[in-house]
T-cell receptor, first 112, second 114 residues
Framework: QQQVKQSPQSLIVQKGGISIINCAYENTAFDYFPWYQQFPGKGPALLIAIRPDVSEKKEGRFTISFNKSAKQFSLHIMDSQPGDSATYFCAASSRSGNQFYFGTGTSLTVIP | DGGITQSPKYLFRKEGQNVTLSCEQNLNHDAMYWYRQDPGQGLRLIYYSQIVNDFQKGDIAEGYSVSREKKESFPLTVTSAQKNPTAFYLC?????????????FGSGTRLTVV
């Protein structure tokens, strides 16, 4: 079954708006949560990541919010730009694991 | 520049054929991975290798095979036993002890059955 559940599947936002993508997990052994950005025809690239000892991490216009008790984390893109239009994947891994588990992806379109 | 090179970018396969996707990295990474990407399903792990001459099945290994004879190379063969091979295939790598901190991905190979 899907180890990491991601929503929404697609998102349309006006330029300058806030894009919010949500992910949830069940495995409490997960302790590292990255977000990847993928442009069409390209491989995903690491965007930002968080560990569960903090509730928020910000890098420029991108912020991860993490709720350990709810086992949820989200990506917020402030002042969204057309260049942010891409597919975003959340992921999770555990200290003992050999792989990342990916969400199903969110296709973001930012309208000028 | 260090990175991962996947080739070809596009590949067409006839029914019943085996095809091999190439993945080469010059990052000196020990671990390499193959993922399959389908619309609405995210990335699913096919095979991974943490050292040369050793590899493990991922979640969807049936119909695929790999080899790891060199640290730099991790080719994936899509066999005729894979019933629905049309997909976008991604190769990734990570450095020792750093796998849990993220992968470096290649640009992918889009395989289409004709």
């Amino acid at each position: 079954q899907q180890q990491v559940k991601q929503s929404p599947q697609s998102l349309i936002v006006q330029k300058g708006g806030i894009s919010i993508i949500n992910c949830a997990y069940e495995n409490t052994a997960f302790d590292y949560f990255p977000w990847y950005q993928q442009f069409p025809g390209k491989g995903p690239a690491l965007l930002i990541a968080i560990r569960p000892d903090v509730s928020e991490k910000k890098e420029g216009r991108f912020t991860i919010s993490f709720n350990k008790s709810a086992k949820q984390f989200s990506l917020h893109i402030m002042d969204s730009q057309p260049g942010d239009s891409a597919t975003y994947f959340c992921a999770a891994s555990s200290r003992s694991g050999n792989q990342f588990y990916f969400g199903t992806g969110t296709s973001l379109t930012v309208i000028p | 520049d260090g990175g991962i090179t996947q080739s070809p970018k596009y590949l067409f396969r006839k029914e019943g054929q085996n095809v091999t996707l190439s993945c080469e990295q010059n990052l000196n990474h020990d671990a390499m991975y193959w993922y399959r990407q389908d619309p609405g399903q995210g990335l699913r792990l096919i095979y991974y290798s943490q050292i040369v001459n050793d590899f493990q099945k991922g979640d969807i290994a049936e119909g695929y095979s790999v080899s790891r004879e060199k640290k730099e190379s991790f080719p994936l063969t899509v066999t005729s036993a894979q019933k629905n091979p049309t997909a976008f295939y991604l190769c990734a790598s990570s450095s020792p002890g750093q796998a849990r901190y993220g992968y470096t991905f290649g640009s992918g190979t889009r395989l289409t059955v004709v």
